[in-house]
């Protein structure tokens, strides 16, 4: 889920694993199909948001998921749980799911920083962060300088759960 240009789902491939990629973008699913048919792996892509998982009709149930990036962060507490229901309806009993973010409460909270400034060489990136205490949710702006001085800004936003949160989505959606 969310494989974006596949690393993951190419490794898997090149490794046995029969594979479909799902992102909600299409120019991503294009890299990975030419990564794909470059390296001589089926790899299955799926144009889809992590979000409408529910109306998916797959032809048999996957023996497997997996969702890394902090892909899962950019859902709310109840868009993740609906996501993850309906993927549960998608997986064979007893099929693994692994999940991968650093947004978990105990692993984020603690290097919080309102700033974080990096430079190397002639790149520069700084990330102005907020924590909305309410909303469990990170919302910031990226400024990114490259070596021609050309600025790019992007704003994010990422919700937090902490580790008990997340198992209790998973456990609730079977």
Request: charged content about 25%.
């Amino acid at each position: 889920l969310a494989c974006g240009s596949g690393r993951h789902a190419l490794g898997l491939a090149a490794g046995g694993f029969a594979v479909t990629g799902v992102d909600i973008s299409g120019p991503e699913l294009a890299r990975l199909t030419k990564a794909a048919d470059k390296k001589k792996l089926d790899i299955k892509t799926v144009e889809r948001d992590m979000r409408a998982l529910a109306e998916w009709e797959v032809a048999k149930p996957f023996d497997g998921a997996f969702c890394f990036g902090n892909s899962i962060s950019y859902l709310s507490a109840d868009e993740l749980s609906d996501m993850l229901t309906a993927l549960a309806g998608k997986l064979a009993v007893g099929a693994a799911l692994v999940l991968d973010t650093s947004m978990v409460a105990e692993s984020f909270l603690p290097t919080f920083h309102d700033q974080i400034e990096i430079k190397a060489a002639d790149l520069h990136l700084v990330i102005d962060n907020d924590y909305d205490i309410e909303e469990s949710r990170v919302i910031g702006d990226y400024t990114f300088t490259d070596a021609a001085g050309v600025v790019t800004k992007q704003r994010y936003a990422r919700y937090c759960l902490t580790t008990r949160e997340l198992i209790g989505l998973v456990e609730d959606a079977g």
